[in-house]
């Protein structure tokens, strides 16, 4: 089911998860192929693959080993993944690994002339390829 919100919970997950994790979204689906990127960009967004989900993070986390250098590659794609909420939204990243397996990133969104700000918690789980959001 759809259901209408008023507010940015889903769009976080959308921009780090919402991409055709074998390939780039922009410019390289097959035609009568199956792309593994959020529905909506098909459905929504089909005339213009410039504003399509193109997330690089699921990939990235499926690739990378939890490692600090990796922590730092993790935020920066986040960051990449996030860059279009900066027009209307100013976004603060953090990452931390939590354990050998599981990696927190959290995400800040602060509206401008608004004193409140959004807060958003994703858990990675590597070994078990799963995600889990706190609220």
Do not use: C
């Not at 250098?69 to 794609?77: A, D, F, P, Q």
């Amino acid at each position: 089911d759809l259901e209408i919100i008023n507010g940015f919970q889903n769009m976080p997950y959308l921009g780090m998860f919402g991409g055709n994790i074998k390939a780039s979204t922009v410019g390289e689906k097959v035609e009568n192929e199956q792309a593994f990127d959020w529905w909506g960009n098909n459905l929504l967004m089909k005339n213009n693959p410039t504003i399509q989900f193109n997330s690089l993070l699921e990939k990235k986390l499926k690739d990378i080993s939890l490692t600090p250098s990796g922590r730092i590659e993790i935020l920066n794609t986040v960051k990449q993944d996030l860059e279009f909420m900066s027009e209307f939204s100013t976004v603060t990243v953090e990452t931390s690994i939590i354990s050998t397996d599981r990696i927190e990133i959290l995400i800040k969104l602060q509206e401008p002339d608004n004193l409140e700000s959004n807060e958003f918690t994703y858990i990675w789980d590597s070994t078990n390829s799963e995600l889990t959001m706190i609220q």
